[in-house]
């Protein structure tokens, strides 16, 4: 591991600190405009400022060159031409835009988003991860609660969504002392019963209450099941989409006919909570892409599918939608299948890693995690500049290196014992 000047790691670990506030700031902010229940059009903006001075800060601090590179070869060429790639389609996005929509979608969405995923190269180094941690445990999750009585008010997720990291926090619950299992349990919990109909999340947080089974009964969840379970994980999602498109056959349809699963949604209405909400999305876009023929690369990073159902709502105007609530579904209409690829490889081969070259099981526990980044990304996961994609990169990053991958439980309490 390298090692650091004392003044210029502070120096470098200040500024990660304030992306790291930078990127919850600017998550309360555009939640809250998004239901546009108060005027905040000044502050959202200066919520961008911020946003922006966060992501030059975090490209001062790669360059510098003050950030380890431990990690293998071909995760580190997978990660590059994740980036490299997107940043071609940024440009590409450039030379397409020709309207005002498009270059604000571009520069406000698009670019803050490829450009979070440089917090891999910070991830590289654990004491910077360590510091994230301890402020996300002793600052940002006892104050999140102080945003509960706001969530009434304005938008009913927003509590849910801006504790979005517990879902990763979760694995980290057996090496850490007591006061900090409590509150990231607690916090869970209350994310969940405070909008039950947020589905996304409650699968979130179950799938990482189950894998950190992992953790607890080793004789159950042997190495055999964990890597039978990742290769599942991968495939489920290819099974159903291939039910659908060569069967004719929508298992989300058929869950969707079971009515006993009611809940008050957040607009006071009676809801399925097995209802089908994703089917549609698909539809458009999909037919947006056939329609272009931009299958292999996409529309580029200011590309936008055409939505009858969100026409002048949920982002649309006049039936033009520059993004949807799916992830994979905006990485084929971003970046096509070669974007998708990319994805699929970037998790299929991290995951690989932290589960079969690894001699702890908060890495096997990981490497089921991004597992199951795959699953969601079907079902959810916004692709935007925010706390959920900056956590991705972080442990993305920090997970790869041979430095944690090496350490043993013992060592690992020892780390994560403030």
């Known amino acids: ?85 997107n940043v071609l389609n940024l440009i590409r996005g450039a030379y397409l835009s020709n309207t005002y929509l498009d270059w604000r979608f571009l520069v406000l969405t698009s670019f803050p988003f490829v450009f979070l995923s440089l917090v891999f190269y910070i991830g590289n180094n654990p004491h910077y991860l360590r510091r994230i941690l301890i402020k996300t445990l002793k600052v940002f999750l006892p104050l999140s609660f102080v945003f509960i009585p706001l969530a009434f008010y304005t938008n009913k997720e927003l509590f849910s969504r801006i504790v979005e990291p517990v879902t990763y926090l979760i694995l980290f619950i057996p090496y850490l002392k007591n006061k900090w299992k409590y509150l990231i349990i607690s916090v869970a919990l209350v994310s969940v019963f405070l909008v039950v109909d947020y589905r996304a999340n409650l699968i979130r947080i179950f799938l990482s209450f189950l894998i950190l089974s992992i953790y607890y009964f080793p004789k159950i969840f042997n190495l055999r099941l964990i890597k039978v379970s990742r290769v599942f994980l991968f495939f489920l999602p290819l099974i159903i989409a291939s039910s659908a498109l060569l069967f004719n056959y929508n298992v989300f349809n058929e869950l969707s006919q079971n009515d006993s699963l009611r809940v008050t949604n957040k607009h006071g209405e009676s809801e399925n909570i097995l209802s089908d909400s994703r089917t549609f999305i698909y539809a458009e876009v999909i037919a947006s892409v056939n329609n272009s023929g931009n299958w292999l690369f996409g529309e580029g990073a200011s590309g936008s599918y055409h939505s009858d159902v969100f026409y002048d709502r949920g982002g649309g105007t006049d039936g033009v939608r520059y993004a949807s609530e799916v992830n994979i579904l905006n990485l084929l209409l971003h970046g096509g299948l070669v974007g998708v690829f990319i994805h699929f490889m970037l998790l299929f081969s991290s995951s690989k890693l932290f589960i079969e070259q690894s001699n702890n099981r908060l890495c096997v526990m990981f490497g089921i995690l991004f597992s199951s980044k795959w699953l969601m990304s079907f079902i959810e996961e916004f692709t935007r500049f925010g706390l959920n994609f900056f956590f991705f990169w972080l442990l993305l990053g920090f997970f790869s290196t041979y430095y944690l991958r090496r350490k043993s439980d013992d060592q690992l309490k020892k780390f994560l014992s403030f």
């Open 1 to 85: 591991m390298q090692k650091f000047n004392s003044s210029i790691f502070l120096r470098f670990s200040q500024g990660i600190e304030f992306s790291f506030y930078a990127a919850i700031f600017f998550e309360i902010i555009y939640l809250i405009k998004l239901v546009g229940e108060l005027n905040l059009d000044i502050i959202y903006y200066l919520a961008i400022l911020v946003q922006h001075v966060a992501l030059i800060l975090i490209f001062y601090i790669v360059i510098k060159k003050n950030i380890s590179t431990s990690v293998p070869k071909y995760i580190f060429i997978i990660y590059f031409t994740w980036l490299v790639y």
